[in-house]
């Protein structure tokens, strides 16, 4: 990303002069409050939406010059609420690759924490999930999400919040796991658990739309920056932004 500004209404910036490089393979975590940015910045990688001003380069090319459905293979932006069909497992997850061998389902089902869960249906992976994945809680919808997106196997992947119903030690497991099996691949992840994200090449602490800080975790907590404070006392997120009178009579 280069200076890259943006506003999804006139007048209120959202992100400002934003200078971001990423190298291919580089796992990178976007940390910060709520409304810092992060969700904005997958969404400019992904072309969900156009820069204002600045560029956002993949190998060199301007994302505006790239065809979208060629865009939409290689970079895979998974957000919160997952996208289920009522179909089977199966059927849903070979939408990330159709000619997907039973190998590589296998795969992707472990790699997103997901075999145990399989292991227990009585049609396993033949199993209907039911209209939007009902039949599935939330942390399994996000799995079988995941699973799919692995077997899509594209050049970028964007996590925005995508694990966010996994207990924290499957969260940390499913990480470790997709960074084990993309060594090649760029990742970005956000979660609000950012303890699951000490392990990444790179942190990136976002503040009202401005890179504030950047390093690994250790770089970062001797900082004593934004980040270190998170780090320390995750529920004063956004106090730590209020102006102080505000925030000291909380
Ligand atoms: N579609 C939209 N239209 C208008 N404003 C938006 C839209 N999406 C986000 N915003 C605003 O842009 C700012 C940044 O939002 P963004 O979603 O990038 O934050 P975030 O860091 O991902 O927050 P969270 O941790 O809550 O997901 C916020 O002030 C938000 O209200
Ligand atoms: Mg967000």
Redesign the pocket.
Known sequence: MDSVSFA??DG?S?LDGIHLKLEPGEKIA?V????????????LIARLYDVNRGAVYIDGIDVQNVKLGSLRTKVCYLLQDAVIFNRTMKENLLLGNPSATTTELQRAVEIADLQEFVRRLPQGLETPVGPRGNALSGGERQRLALARAVLQNPSILLL??STSALDAPSEQRVFMNLAQHFPRQTIVF?S?RISALKWVDRIIV?NR?VIEEQGTHDQLIRNGGLYAHLHTAPSALSAAQLPSQVSGNN
């Open positions: 999804y209404r209120e959202v976007l910060g409050m709520s409304g810092s940015g992060k969700s904005t910045i997958a969404k925005d919040e956000v609000h976002l739309g």
